[in-house]
């Protein structure tokens, strides 16, 4: 039986781990975290996904888990845009990666609380080295493991070399209690900054969207850092940002990175091969997630058809190239640079937003 190490159980890892074990292959998923790994912020699952989970039979678990937001609200206009097609689905990323586990667990052997530290990628097979587990061999390893995957560090080279700094950053924290909109994410605009708040599933979570330079992570890394760059660049922000600020000052688990984009030009060497945001990652647009499932979909239906990585990315690139190109408008619009810019948004924010 064919072995396949699988490095993260997100999204698109426990995704690839259930369509692998209904082909006959034996999926392991390694995970950093204690347990199954995501953050609240909410996501989509909707386009190239909504297939992949109708075959998987999680349609009503994702809706149950779906989030109260049916507009979009921009604060200071009369803008409210409806949200959802009736189709696609918001749920936290946490929901949604919870419910991913829980369809793989039973056929897929997970290793949490470890990590990738070699991969030494041959002919017959790729030999692993962990941070906990004893070494072991495998005919395929999967880098699921995110925009700053170990995996694609390990068989591709540095981090640097891939991921290309948007020119944004974006922080979120969960406000806890009952949201003052219970049904609208309200968009709060100023020259280079966003505040978006969402009332996920009736308890609200804020996030910061806002330009800057691209800096070294290590200068960011640390959460009193994070702090103090978010409540520096929002210190003269009105509406209720204050009171935000005073959340982030406050708060043990403040997500802060910076918006960017993973671009290579192959997912995949001999034996070792990328999905989702390690080979794509499109923050900031709201697919990342769709575009994970449907990208571990396929790769799961290239391996068990015997076409390979190749196959695999060739047809994925036709959903992410053209999600990647539209970084720079997505961004335009959350983020306009200038107050004529957020004008001439919210003038046509009914047909754009």
Same mark, same amino acid.
């Not at 159980?9 to 034996?26: E, M």
């Not at 999680?58 to 989030?67: F, G, N, V």
């Given at each position: ?15 690839? %781990? ?5 082909? =006959? ?6 995970? &950093? ?17 909504? #297939? ?7 349609? #009503? ?9 049916? =507009?979009?609200?921009? @604060? ?7 949200? =959802? ?29 470890? !990590?990738?530290? %070699? ?53 979120? @924290?969960?406000? *806890?209690?009952?949201?003052?909109? #219970? ?18 599933? *009736? ?31 929002? &210190?003269?922000?009105?509406? &209720? ?10 708060? !043990? ?66 959903? !992410? ?14 983020? #306009? ?17």
């Amino acid at each position: 039986m064919t072995s396949v190490l699988i490095s993260g159980a997100g999204v698109a890892g426990p995704t690839l %781990a259930y369509w692998l074990a209904r082909s =006959g292959f034996r999926p392991t998923v390694v995970e &950093r975290s204690a347990g199954p790994r995501s953050s609240g912020n909410p996501v989509d699952v909707r386009g190239p996904a909504l #297939p992949v989970a109708t075959k998987m039979g999680l349609l #009503p678990e994702l809706r149950k888990h779906a989030t109260h937001a049916t =507009g979009m609200r921009v @604060v200071g206009t009369r803008i409210r845009v409806p949200l =959802g097609d009736g189709e696609e689905i918001e749920l936290t990323r946490t929901d949604l990666a919870a419910v991913l586990y829980r369809a793989a667990e039973h056929d897929a052997e997970f290793l949490f609380d470890d !990590t990738i530290t %070699a991969l030494h990628d041959d002919a017959g097979g790729v030999e692993v080295s962990f941070e906990r587990t004893a070494p072991r061999r495998f005919d395929y390893v999967i880098g699921a493991d995110g925009l700053h995957s170990t995996v694609r560090r390990l068989a591709f080279g540095p981090e640097e070399r891939f991921v290309h700094h948007a020119g944004l950053y974006v922080a979120t @924290v969960a406000l *806890g209690g009952t949201p003052a909109e #219970p049904h609208d994410v309200m968009l709060y605009n100023l020259p280079r900054r966003l505040v978006a708040l969402h009332p996920a599933r *009736g308890e609200a979570g804020a996030a910061f969207i806002f330009r800057g330079p691209a800096l070294p992570s290590s200068e960011y890394r640390d959460l009193d850092r994070q702090k103090h760059i978010v409540t520096t660049v929002y &210190r003269d922000a009105g509406w &209720r940002v204050p009171a935000l600020l005073e959340q982030v000052r406050q708060t !043990t688990d403040l997500y802060f990175d910076a918006v960017s984009a993973v671009r290579l030009p192959r997912w995949s060497t001999q034996r070792v091969a990328l999905v989702g945001d390690a080979a794509s990652c499109v923050s900031l647009l709201g697919d990342g997630s769709s575009l994970a499932m449907a990208g571990a979909y396929t790769l799961a239906r290239a391996l068990a058809e015997g076409h390979g990585f190749a196959a695999y990315e060739a047809e994925h690139r036709k959903l !992410t190239t053209p999600k990647q190109q539209r970084i720079a408008l997505g961004a335009g619009l959350l983020v #306009p640079k200038t107050r004529l810019g957020i004008a001439l948004r919210n003038t046509a924010g009914r047909f754009i937003l």
